[in-house]
Structure formats: structure tokens, C-alpha cells
């Protein structure tokens, strides 16, 4: 097996020349077997090894065993050693974790600090082909895109909340039954974690239930299997991904905290380009692709089809803003931003008239104009044209999302509705609601921007009209020249 594990190594560049490599040793077999492997295969080299042991404090006296098993191991190896402790359930309760994703956070904390203190490049875990198909299982199970099918790298740099940690994986092709033959042999001792066998725990469950039965009921070779196939979707998860970033680079204007793109653009790209595109966007914005699962991506994707100024909440505090023909994605922007406002879509914005207003966000103008009424004239017929009786507005003009108070005249008798009682004869989904750009005359309500052709009655053109504003919503990347009035 050293054999075995040193290819591994070689072949995936793990280890070079005058590496300091802090090794996570909880004292159970598979990190034991990776520390005396390590120690084994590169003995009096220029390689330098340490270690670092969790203590979790859920396990009390067993893990107390734990720690001074690890202990002694690292002085007979000769190895330094520095150990840490937690409170795992205290932790999981006060950040509305769970346990397991607890204790992955403060363990990669850890191996921050103690690379910083002892100047390590790198950080060896013990993760091996059972993890491997685990992690398969589990990202199947909850809805992972690709990806998340491909297994565990070998070698990824990992972001925690403290810093940047490069980490390696030296036993990937190692199974768990190899590394208990290999300690077995060579009578070397482990501790046994008891919570490995309780299913409190989602990878006890995959471990213990789904791959223990199928293991034992459907084929005795499935580790190897999942392993393989893994591996043949990376293979082919590689080749994609190349021809996303080619089309990414091509389609995503970008900058330090957005990126953009044409819907239409990318409505041209096959499906399988459109959903690595926005995983990419997804995983360069959050600095991270964990929790970032296909059904985050479809979400952005129906973005497409919604209204101007819909906004969609992702992980990692991102939106998803529709612009006119564009999706934007950022991270949440805090008040003093102008994309949202209370929730709302746009700050109120003043609209010119005569003249443009631009809404940047959304990639629009509104662009006015005022002439005087001639009889016969053939008012437009325009979703995004529409013509006001200019002297019965009585305020500023603004571009706004809805409020209370709002409402909208309903008939010529000067008949009013509520906006809210409105939007409710229109079928306008509750949640679409705060997205719409309203022009809105104080709480009186003109026109529900891009909404069909229905404008207030308030405000209609008659034949006592005088003066006439016309408004029109044009696309900001469109030439004035290039338009048909």
C-alpha cells in the first residue's frame, strides 16, 4: 500500500520538495495510517511534517482518551503536535448549525491557526475511496448539480472564516478495508470513535445503512464502483467545463462585486452551458461552491421570464436582479446602495419631463416628452408607450416601487381602487408584487411599468386634453435613431 499511496502522490503532484504539511490526526485509522505513511515515505527528506488533533467536546471521556493517544503517537514519531478544543454542541446551537457541519467548521479553523504557527503550506486529511463514494451518496441526495457527483479532489484550497488553507488528500485511493489491513500488519493501534456507528449523524446513515446494504445486498465492489463512476464524470465534467469557460469569458461582463449577462445571449447556449455559466457566477461571487446546488441555478435561470426589477434571494447574502434584457447577480447590497430599498426594487426616482431618466439597474429609460393635443391624433397602442393628459399630474413625476396608500382610478367618474385590491383582480402573484416599477403621481398610480397596456383613468387623454406627455419605455442599450416612434 505504500507503493500504492507514494503513485498517488507523485501523479497528482501532492507533495514537493521542502513542503511543511500539517497532518489532521483525530487518532482514528484512517488519519493514524495516513500519518505513519507520510512519516514512512518521507523520512529524512527536506519534507517537514506536523500535527494537529480537534477536540470536539461532545465525546467527554472518550475524546479525552483520543487526545492522549494522539499525543503519544506524534512524540514517538517524533512529530510536533498541537491540539485544540471546542465546544461542538454550544457552537452548532448559537449559529443554528448542525453538529457535523459544526465540527467541520472549527476543524478546518483550527488547521488555519495551526499552519500559520508552524508555517505549513499544506494540510493533509485523511479522506479516502469510502469518503469518496459517501460524499457521492450524500451530494446525490440532496440535489447537487454535477459537480458534486465527481467525488473529492485530490488536492483544493479551502476557504474558511479565518483564512486560506491548501489542502491534500493523500489517501483518496486508498479503501477503509486497505487501511486496516495496513495497520493490522504492522500491529499498529487506533482509537475507535463510538459516534461513527450511531446514525445520529447523515454520512453515519450513508455509511452505515445506504452503502452498508448495498454493499452486502446488491454488490460487494460498490466502493469501487461509485468511485469509478466519479471519476468518469470528472473526466467528462472536465471537457464541459472548459467549453463554459470559454462561453463565459465570451457572455459575463464583470466587475469586484457583480456579474452580468444578456438573456438573449445566453439563451442561444445549449442548456448544459446556460447552468455552468450561472454556477460559475454563483461559485466566483460566494468564493465558494458548497451549499450552491442545482436548484440555486434553475432559479436564476427562470429569472428569464420574469417581470423587470424581480429579485431572487441566493445563498451566500447573492440576488438576482431581471434587468430589462440582462440578469445581474451580487451580493446583497446594504442600504445605502440603490439597488434595494426596504425591499424594494429602486429608491423613488424623480422622472424628467421632457427628457430621459435612466434606471442603470435595470438597464432601462423612461424617456418623456410634451406636445399639445391635436384631435385625430391615433393614441399608441404600446405596452411600452404610453400618452398622459400632462395638466392633471400634479406632482413629480417618480419611478417607484408600491407603498401604502397607493391606488389607482378604476373609471372616468374618478372612481379608485386600491392598488393592493388591484393587483388582486390582475392575478399578480404576492410575491411579484414588491417588484413592479410603478410611475406614480404622489399615491396616485399612472402606469404599472412593462405590466399590459392598462393606464389610470385619471390620467387618460380626452377631448378636453390640452397639453400630452408621452412616455417610453426603451431599452438602454437602444439608439433613439434606431426607433420607431
Known sequence: MLIKASNYIKSHILIEKGDRILVGVSGGADSVCLLHILS???????????AVHVHHGIRKEEADRDEAFVRELC?????????????????????????????????????????????????????????NAETFIFNLFRGSAVKGLTGMDSIIT????????????????????????????????????????????????????????????????????INNAAGHLRETLDFVEKCINERYEALVSKDDISCEYSIHELEYEDIVIRRGIIRRILGDLAGSLKDIEAKHVETVLSLAKKRVGKIVYLPYGMIAIKKYDRIRLCLEPNGNEQILHNNEPVIPIDIMAPGRTHIEQYGIYIETDVFEYKKNLQIPKNSCMKW???DKIENTLKLRARKSGDYFHINNQGGRKKLKDYFIDLKIPKEERDDLLLVADGSHILWIVGYG??????????????????????????KRDDRKD
Open 40 to 50: 514512512t515515505l518521507y523520512q529524512d527528506t527536506d519534507v517537514d511534517f506536523f
Open 75 to 131: 512524540y514517538s514519531l517524533k512529530i510536533q503536535y498541537r491540539s485544540y478544543h471546542y465546544d461542538v454542541k454550544s457552537i452548532a446551537s448559537r449559529e443554528g448549525i448542525s453538529e457535523e457541519e459544526a465540527g467541520r467548521k472549527v476543524r478546518y479553523e483550527s488547521f488555519v491557526d495551526a499552519s500559520n504557527a508552524y508555517r505549513c503550506n499544506k494540510v493533509a486529511v485523511a479522506h479516502n475511496k469510502n469518503d
Open 158 to 225: 479551502m476557504k474558511t472564516d479565518v483564512g486560506k488553507i491548501k489542502v491534500i488528500r493523500p489517501l483518496l485511493a486508498i479503501t477503509r478495508e486497505e487501511i486496516e489491513a495496513y495497520l493490522e500488519e504492522r500491529n499498529l493501534p487506533y482509537q475507535n470513535d463510538s459516534t461513527n456507528f450511531s446514525d445520529v449523524y447523515t454520512r453515519n446513515k450513508i455509511r452505515n445503512q445506504v452503502l452498508g446494504y448495498a454493499k452486502s445486498q446488491i454488490n460487494s465492489n460498490v466502493i469501487e464502483h
Open 388 to 390: 398622459f393628459d400632462y
Open 453 to 478: 397596456n392598462r393606464i389610470s383613468e385619471g390620467y387618460k387623454i380626452s377631448d378636453n386634453t390640452k397639453r400630452i406627455l408621452s412616455m417610453l419605455l426603451i431599452n438602454a442599450k437602444e
